[in-house]
């Protein structure tokens, strides 16, 4: 028989990686919202960074990349600063990046 030698990914990186897609997709349309334009004419390009960053990182999960988690976390921190100094953060903006975080953090054996 013929076994791979590639590492089959885990249920619960294929849920996680899917809500964080789901999330982002999600955020894309208040990119163009006037309440978004309303608080400074900086976050409009930043929300779509944030958007293209989470859909990099994410990727990089799904792969089981180390880096990829690297990079979602690396981003959702700033991500969390920029909220906070902008006085928008909330408990529910840290949640769902927590649990991708705390999630693809206990499979971190399994990335290359």
């Known amino acids: 028989m013929n076994q791979s030698s590639e590492t089959s990914r885990p249920a619960a990186i294929t849920f996680i990686c899917t809500v964080a897609f789901v999330w982002a997709t999600l955020t894309v349309p208040l990119i163009f919202y006037s309440t978004t334009k309303a608080v400074g004419p900086?976050?409009?390009?930043?929300?779509?960074?944030?958007?293209?960053?989470?859909?990099?990182?994410?990727?990089?999960?799904?792969?089981?990349?180390?880096?990829?988690?690297?990079?979602?976390?690396?981003?959702?921190?700033i991500n969390q600063i920029?909220?906070?100094?902008?006085?928008?953060w909330t408990l529910f903006s840290i949640l769902v990046p927590a649990i991708v975080i705390g999630v693809a953090y206990t499979h971190l054996k399994l990335m290359k």
């Open 42 to 77: 900086w976050y409009p390009p930043y929300l779509a960074f944030s958007v293209a960053a989470s859909y990099l990182g994410t990727g990089g999960i799904w792969l089981l990349r180390k880096w990829g988690l690297y990079v979602y976390a690396g981003f959702h921190l």
């Open 82 to 88: 920029v909220l906070i100094s902008a006085g928008m």
